[in-house]
């Protein structure tokens, strides 16, 4: 029987008091440890409004006061607050002097979740610190600087009133869409009061454009034209709305009308061209704070921007006339692009003009042609993702009807119109389509913050290879260093070097009774004779071209007398490193 109880002892789980102190907790698969309760507990299945994410990531910022910090770098058109959340360890130095990634997101309205990949992204690292090594050492090495929502106007307004799932994209400045010298005097209507903008149709035997889908009644079929001259029995009439202002047309001076991710300075638009720009780049004081503040945190090496929806890995151009991007620069997207793809299943990594449309005043392609930055846009929804065998995938009405339960339908129904007469309202509502459904928000939300935390740790980590002494007789000495860069983006993008964008990087060498009589660039490791000699200042080197991906630098200086001596590199995506040498 002792037995008995003993080998049932060994079969059950062992209390706590039993436990190794120094044990390594079991980790699951999003890297919290499983037996470990989180910190801050939120649920990442539902979407929350402007208030809401202000209030989540206020709470984090409560729970780790000393990693994450927050400032208020201007307000939106209504007043609303844009604030930015700091995450850095002062431990390891302050913000500016490390390479930082600059994260934003909800740019339009109605393309809401990128709010919460933001909100997953500065949870899970704070979560994470302190408990998984990768999550510590990005945290102590370099600085997250993240703004939840670019558009909190067309945010809220998205939630809390009636919308279509495409409206309320913009911001909410009164704007004369229709140019007849009156503001957002005609926007969409909810004719039957349910909350939706839906869509509207009119049975008009004979003489319809639609015709009713055979197999299922909820979907509407246009008929095509042929020498036959078939007809349908219905009209589509477009979204739910009147003419409120008279002229005869329906919905087409709503609320604000100006677009925020065409209205930077980058193969900037006029509105007759590119709508949505207005009258001059970083007229909207949105845009106005958002480039103040990276124009003051020149560290920032790193860029995403997430918008909604079609599942893509966007980079630039925005326009075709930009032409081509520098080929070194060109393989640090495509390497990071083709990680993306296999970290993100249905999403493409695409250019923007050649495989979407052309987007003038983009902010991505602000960011890389205008400052130099590695940028990328996520359009963060793909219908792939209902149905991951696309050769078995059938429509989204069946997605509903069993996934849903019908939930997400406006079945058609009956509305007498004041122009139309009696017509039929139906469709999805404002939340199908653009937005993923609850159960799939969460996976959507950590691989795309793992997206950003993967394009945030090749940002470029600078060390000393090696610094060597040699004498050379009398009192001269070559010092030779190598300096090398660890990371997949460079120091200085191909962009920043070829525009002269921002500083160049600097290689010194420095000592109280040294003086530097020549220095230079080594261009082959095999003949050190071979120098770019500077022409001036040689203990101060500069280069436009920086340190490249995973490459090195190597320099020679010729110095005259003895002692103490440092050499050091200082640039703007890295952090400063030095060693000291003596020459005896």
């Known amino acids: 029987m002792q037995a008995l109880l003993c080998a049932l002892a060994l079969l059950l789980p062992q209390g706590e008091s039993q436990a190794t102190p120094d044990a390594p907790l079991q980790t699951g698969p999003d890297g919290l440890a499983l037996h470990r309760p989180k910190k801050v507990d939120i649920a990442f299945n539902r979407l929350y409004d402007d208030v809401e994410i202000y209030a989540l990531l206020d709470k984090i910022l409560a729970a780790y006061p000393k990693l ?36 934003d997101a909800n740019v339009h309205g109605n393309e ?68 007849d010298g009156a503001f957002d005097e005609d926007p969409a209507d909810d004719l039957d009061g349910d909350g939706n903008i839906t869509m509207m149709r009119k049975y008009a035997p004979g003489e319809g454009t639609h015709r009713i889908n055979q197999d299922d009644p909820r979907i509407m079929e246009r008929v095509p034209r042929d020498d036959r001259h078939l007809r349908g029995d219905w009209l589509m009439l477009g979204w739910e709305g009147v003419d409120n202002d008279g002229d005869g047309s329906i919905n087409e001076d709503g609320f604000g009308g100006y677009d925020m991710n ?24 949105e845009t106005r704070c958002i480039a103040d503040f990276l124009h003051e945190h020149s560290n920032v090496a790193a860029v995403q921007s997430f918008h909604n929806s079609g599942g893509m890995i966007l980079r630039g151009p925005g326009g075709e006339i930009f032409g081509k991007y520098p080929r070194k620069d060109l ?11 296999l970290m993100l299943p249905f999403y493409d990594y695409m250019i923007i003009w050649k495989d979407l449309y052309s987007v003038f005043g983009g902010f991505v392609t602000w960011t890389y042609e205008g400052l130099g930055i590695i940028s990328f846009t996520n359009e963060l929804m793909t219908s792939a993702r209902l149905f991951p065998d ?59 913050a793992l997206f950003c935390i993967k394009h945030a740790a090749a940002m470029p980590r600078v060390e000393i290879k090696s610094a060597l002494v040699t004498p050379l007789g009398g009192d001269l000495a070559a010092v030779d260093v190598i300096f090398e860069n660890l990371s997949l983006i460079p120091t200085r993008t191909a962009r920043a070097a070829q525009e002269g964008i921002g500083a160049a990087d600097c290689f010194t060498l420095e000592g109280p009774d040294i003086v530097v009589l020549a220095g230079g660039f080594r261009r082959d490791r095999w003949r050190p004779e071979r120098i770019d000699l500077a022409e001036h200042e040689p203990a101060r080197l500069l280069s436009e071209d920086g340190i490249g991906s995973r490459s090195q630098v190597r320099l020679r200086w010729i110095v005259r007398g003895s002692g103490p001596l440092t050499v050091g590199w200082s640039g703007q995506k890295a952090r400063d490193v030095q060693q000291a040498l003596a020459i005896p």
């Open 68 to 103: 994450v910090s927050m400032q208020v770098i201007g307000q939106s058109i209504e007043g609303r607050e844009l604030r930015v959340y700091t995450i850095n360890n002062p431990d390891t130095g302050i913000d500016t002097e490390k390479p930082a990634m600059w994260i």
């Open 112 to 179: 809401i979740q990128g709010g919460e990949v933001a909100v997953y992204l500065v949870w899970y690292l704070m979560e994470n610190y302190g408990t998984t090594e990768r999550v510590t050492s990005l945290v102590d090495e370099f600085v997250f600087y993240v703004l939840p929502m670019v558009n909190p106007d067309g945010r809220h307004h998205w939630i809390h009133e009636v919308h279509s799932p495409h409206s309320s994209r913009t911001g909410y400045k009164p704007t004369d869409n229709d140019r």
């Open 262 to 285: 065409r209205a930077w300075p980058a193969l900037w638009r006029p509105e007759f061209i590119q709508y949505g720009a207005g009258p001059y780049p970083l007229f909207w004081p």
């Open 331 to 341: 393989q640090v997207f495509d390497e990071l692009g083709r990680d993306g793809e």
């Open 390 to 448: 696309k050769e078995k995938a059938p429509d989204s009405h069946w997605f509903d009807d069993n996934l849903h339960l019908g939930a997400g339908f406006v079945d058609w129904h009956p509305v007498n119109h004041p122009f139309y007469g009696e017509i039929e309202l139906g469709g999805f509502r404002k939340d199908v389509g653009r937005v993923p459904p609850s159960f799939l928000i969460e996976e959507m939300l950590h691989r795309n």
